[in-house]
């Protein structure tokens, strides 16, 4: 196993990565997966809709983008675990947001696919070896690999569940 002290120093995603506690990447994920389930039962109906100020994403627009980010960032975890050197560009998380239509989903739905995302997620890091977790590659012409990117997801998503605890809830 790879310490999570050979994380690739990841800038703008440091951030999230600090809000992960757990040494090992698997268990990092699925205990997120169980946090983030257990606040996604606590929110009423009343607040799918709610954003905490104007141009903020409202509840919905959220989860529509922790499940966009998740599916980008499992991506290029799994292009680096796969050793392919291919440079990856990056995204623009505000204009793919604009673009989601989170705000028309279902809550069931958008629960049912944040569900099969993170299933498939926990799937693909289960079986990686430390050569595939390790293999660096570019992502927005950044170093980035799998291993490091298995932090940025539960990170990501911790950081959301906090902003939706002090802002939302």
Same mark, same amino acid.
């Given at each position: ?13 440091q ?21 983030f ?8 109906r009343?607040?799918?809709d709610?954003a ?21 960032f ?7 675990? %796969?050793?392919?050197? @291919?440079?990856?560009? =990056? &995204? ?6 604009? !673009?989601a ?26 079986p990686?070896?430390?050569d ?9 012409? %950044?170093?980035?690999n @799998?291993?490091?990117? =298995? &932090? ?6 911790? !950081? ?10």
């Amino acid at each position: 196993m790879i310490p999570k002290s050979d994380i690739i120093s990841a800038d703008a995603y440091q951030a999230y990565i600090d809000l992960v506690k757990e040494e090992d990447v698997r268990e990092a994920i699925e205990k997120n997966t169980l946090r983030f389930r257990k606040l996604l039962d606590t929110i009423p109906r009343k607040k799918f809709d709610f954003a905490y100020a104007e141009g903020k994403w409202t509840v919905r627009e959220m989860l529509q983008h922790i499940i966009d980010c998740e599916r980008v960032f499992t991506y290029r975890a799994l292009r680096f675990s %796969r050793m392919d050197p @291919a440079p990856l560009p =990056g &995204f623009d998380e505000q204009l793919w947001g604009m !673009h989601a239509g989170g705000d028309t989903r279902r809550w069931k739905d958008l629960r049912g696919e944040f569900e099969t995302v993170r299933e498939a997620t926990e799937y693909l890091y289960k079986p990686l070896s430390d050569d595939q977790l390790g293999f660096v590659g570019s992502a927005d012409a %950044r170093p980035l690999n @799998a291993f490091t990117i =298995g &932090f940025i997801i539960p990170g990501h998503v911790a !950081h959301h569940i906090r902003i939706l605890k002090e802002r939302y809830l």
